[in-house]
């Protein structure tokens, strides 16, 4: 079982909002403030989105949006393009020796 | 810019090392991360180390085995992996941080190397 356990499946209609969620299920994550989440389509460069569980880097629409309730972060794509289809994946570091990825989540725009 | 290579075919306990070539930023000032992805399944850290080649951190699966280096004259970052296994096969991606010694935030990747170990 993941250290970070994912919805392995979302969808969504254009247009429409989808949330991803993310719950820690170790205690190595320490606050779980380094949280962060990554679109990628297997075979190509995985892309940061979100980091330090809220943060948008320059370049990533703010359709994109990250917030965290105790140890479950969530990922929410807010009118949802065709372009947003692929996998997601959360990852944490607890400020120690290891960092945890969430098993993934296939987001599929109908 | 990172570009990975490096990858191939290898027989189960053969070695292999990965390299990581960036460009366009200032290498030294950055923790690198390696990241693999086994067929059909997700993201799995594997390695890492500090901007300064001094803190190195591994998974429990490959300690022992692999060995993460950097080359900071070379903008370089490596991987030694011996003791080959085949669940060490796996599209393998270098990343860079976002500090010198700070593993929570990977801004950028390579496309990735793919290793297959099998008889």
């Known amino acids: 079982q993941p250290a970070l356990t994912q919805p392995p499946s979302a969808s969504g209609s254009p247009g429409q909002s989808v949330t991803i969620s993310c719950t820690a299920t170790?205690?190595?994550?320490?606050?779980?403030?380094?949280v962060s989440w990554y679109q990628h389509h297997p075979g190509k460069a995985p892309k940061l989105m979100i980091f330090?569980?809220?943060k948008r880097p320059s370049g990533v629409p703010d359709r994109f949006s990250g917030s965290k309730s105790g140890y479950t972060a969530s990922l929410t794509v807010s009118g949802l393009q065709a372009e947003d289809e692929g996998d997601y994946y959360c990852?944490?570091?607890?400020?120690?020796?290891?960092?945890?990825f969430g098993g993934g989540t296939k987001l599929t725009v109908l | 810019q990172l570009l990975e290579s490096g990858g191939g075919l290898v027989q189960p306990g053969g070695s292999l090392r990965l390299s990581c070539v960036a460009s366009?930023?200032?290498?030294?000032?950055?923790?690198m991360i390696w990241v693999r992805q086994a067929p059909g399944k997700g993201l799995e850290w594997v390695s890492a180390?500090?901007?300064?080649?001094?803190?190195?951190y591994y998974r429990d699966s490959v300690k022992g085995r692999f060995t993460v280096s950097r080359d900071n004259s070379k903008y370089t970052l490596f991987l030694q992996m011996n003791s080959l296994r085949a669940e060490d096969t796996a599209l393998y991606y270098c990343?860079?941080?976002?500090?010198?010694?700070?593993?929570?935030?990977?801004?950028?990747w390579g496309q990735g190397t793919m290793v297959t170990v099998s008889s």
């Open positions: 366009g930023f200032t290498f030294d000032n950055y923790a």
């Open positions: 180390v500090s901007g300064g080649n001094t803190n190195k």
């Open positions: 990852s944490a570091w607890g400020g120690n020796n290891k960092v945890v």
């Open positions: 170790t205690t190595d994550i320490g606050n779980f403030y380094y």
């Open positions: 330090e569980v809220s």
């Open positions: 990343a860079k941080g976002d500090y010198y010694d700070r593993l929570g935030t990977f801004d950028f």
